[in-house]
């Protein structure tokens, strides 16, 4: 599609979505309500690294459940597919993202992108110590975003404060076997990844890089393989938006995932990834201008394909 015309797209589904202030901020972690609840953008990033945007795009949020694909990408990486798939299921949860609860048959944590499942991966992450664990997944995310990304230490110190439901869900992982490590530094490094700033054009190029197999399409550097690549959509397109996964396959049809912090990313293999910011959420957590642009998006540009 001709340049001109994908950026006319952009603007006028940002322009239709703006008007809608429903929805809430989030605020079970304290420093989550001090968002501009008004801010909005929205980012296309194609494989071949062209860039389309609008709206907030330099404001700084907190990528908060959106690094779940990314940690568990690590953890394949680091460990092998075998390993983490003994550890963390693949499938659907139908429950909600800090739900706390393993799958009575197998006694696993059901996926990766609910908490049980997240925390896990983070537990699985190498590195000689508690610092160099973390830096890696600091590191893995700024090579999906193109540039270094830091922790913002007012939301790390506020979710480290309140976050007992995941430190309860740190407890039962060790306690059924699925984490063998110290749980409160597992449960630590998920409160830290979750606090790492981005805004909405880093997220359009994780997404992107996500598209393009792997590689940053600006950068060119490789930040996954291919066959990790693969897979973590695949979790994504299943498992990506919680309990309103079927009503987003259904009508957007693409793999996503999104985050409190009111990010959304979501991706078009091979072609493009598109990053939404609004941090007013609906019923699901999910941010309400975020999942209308998408939809509107993958209408207008026939991008849905599952
Ligand atoms: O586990 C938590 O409470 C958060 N740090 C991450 C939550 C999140 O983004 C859930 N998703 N929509």
């Given at each position: 599609?001709?340049?001109?015309v ?12 703006r ?31 062209r ?28 460990r092998?597919?075998?390993f ?71 939301v ?15 407890y ?7 984490i ?16 790492l ?57 693409l ?41 509107e ?10």
């Amino acid at each position: 599609m001709e340049s001109g015309v994908v950026s006319r797209i952009v603007n006028d589904v940002y322009q239709l979505c703006r008007p809608d202030d429903s929805g809430t901020l989030a605020d079970y972690i304290p420093e989550l309500a001090a968002a501009q609840p008004d801010s909005f953008a929205l980012c296309l990033a194609t494989a071949d690294g062209r860039i389309y945007g609008t709206g907030d795009l330099d404001v700084s949020f907190t990528i908060q459940s959106i690094s779940k694909p990314f940690t568990y990408a690590l953890a394949l990486a680091d460990r092998g597919t075998e390993f983490v798939d003994a550890r963390i299921d693949v499938e659907p949860s139908g429950e909600a993202f800090n739900e706390i609860s393993l799958d009575p048959v197998t006694e696993r944590p059901r996926n990766p992108m609910i908490n049980a499942g997240a925390i896990t991966a983070a537990s699985l992450i190498t590195g000689s110590d508690p610092v160099e664990r973390f830096e890696r997944i600091r590191r893995c995310y700024s090579r999906f975003a193109g540039r270094e990304l830091s922790m913002n230490e007012a939301v790390y110190a506020s979710e480290a404060r309140t976050g007992f439901r995941n430190r309860a869900i740190g407890y039962m992982l060790r306690s059924f076997g699925i984490i063998d490590s110290d749980p409160d530094e597992a449960v630590d490094r998920y409160f830290r990844q979750c606090s790492l700033d981005v805004t909405c054009r880093d997220l359009a190029l994780m997404a992107a890089t996500l598209a393009n197999n792997g590689r940053n399409p600006v950068t060119r550097e490789r930040a996954l393989s291919t066959a990790l690549t693969e897979r973590v959509l695949s979790v994504m397109t299943t498992c990506g938006m919680y309990n309103a996964a079927g009503d987003w396959v259904t009508s957007v049809g693409l793999p996503a995932k999104s985050g409190v912090g009111g990010g959304i990313v979501a991706v078009l293999p091979g072609q493009i990834g598109i990053a939404v910011y609004s941090p007013r959420l609906d019923a699901h957590g999910n941010s309400v201008r975020g999942v209308a642009a998408c939809r509107e998006l993958s209408q207008r540009l026939e991008l849905h394909f599952l």
